[in-house]
């Protein structure tokens, strides 16, 4: 069987490996990641597809027989074409999809469902220090409101040059430990976490050392 695995996440890459021992199957990815993790034994295709009719255009011609959808649960646009082009192929399609983490006992969660909202709630925020772990895109938003001092969590350096002073960037890849991520608190005296609400288990460390040092946490509920 053919089959189109929509990548970006660590359980897509580890089903399109399996699938890969008895099946045919492309991983694709968007690619933001210039060296992501890859699934073995996978032909890997990346960028976008062109929209909803690109994509109708690819499942044709490769004769995809089936699709599953393991993107970012914060990539809701390449889902909505994953599901409307299998739709009009009728490709048979499954969807990976995760349960939004819930506030625990002892969390100082406030919610949020657009990055310009955290942006507001930045500026009318006293100066502080914080985490950003929102990814590179979401974040660079939130680099400009001034008054704080931001450690920018990103997996590969931006690609435009100079970072301003008030910005610390740590490049580094997850999954993180709570222990690390306690350190990692500690080490550059965060005020803040700001991070996105992935359901995905490898990513919660963060927000339990945060819970474990009383800092506040902003969870972006939706991308």
């Excluded at 939004?100 to 100066?127: K, N, Y």
């Excluded at 001092?149 to 008030?166: K, Q, T």
Aim: aromatic letters at 6%.
């Amino acid at each position: 069987m053919k089959i189109l695995v929509i990548g970006g996440t660590a359980r897509a890459r580890r089903l399109a490996t399996r699938l890969a021992r008895y099946n045919k199957v492309t991983y694709s990815l968007a690619g933001v990641t210039e060296q992501p993790r890859l699934p073995r034994d996978c032909e890997v295709r990346r960028g976008p597809f062109g929209g909803v009719a690109g994509l109708v255009a690819y499942l044709k011609r490769e004769h995809i027989e089936r699709v599953i959808d393991g993107s970012h649960p914060h990539a809701g646009r390449i889902s909505h074409n994953v599901e409307a082009a299998c739709t009009e192929c009728r490709v048979p399609r499954t969807a990976l999809r995760w349960r939004l983490w819930q506030p625990d006992t002892g969390d100082r969660w406030t919610a949020f469902t657009h990055v310009a909202e955290i942006s507001r709630a930045l500026t009318a925020r006293a100066p502080c220090r914080v985490l950003l772990a929102l990814g590179a895109q979401a974040s660079r938003p939130l680099l400009d409101v001034p008054g704080h001092h931001y450690v920018w969590r990103c997996v590969e350096p931006p690609a435009d040059g100079v970072l301003a002073p008030h910005i610390t960037l740590l490049l580094a890849r997850g999954p993180f430990t709570q222990s690390s991520e306690k350190a990692l608190l500690e080490h550059h005296r965060i005020d803040l976490v700001v991070c996105k609400n992935s359901g995905l288990s490898q990513g919660r460390a963060k927000l339990h050392a945060a819970r474990s040092l009383g800092i506040e946490a902003w969870v972006l509920e939706t991308g």
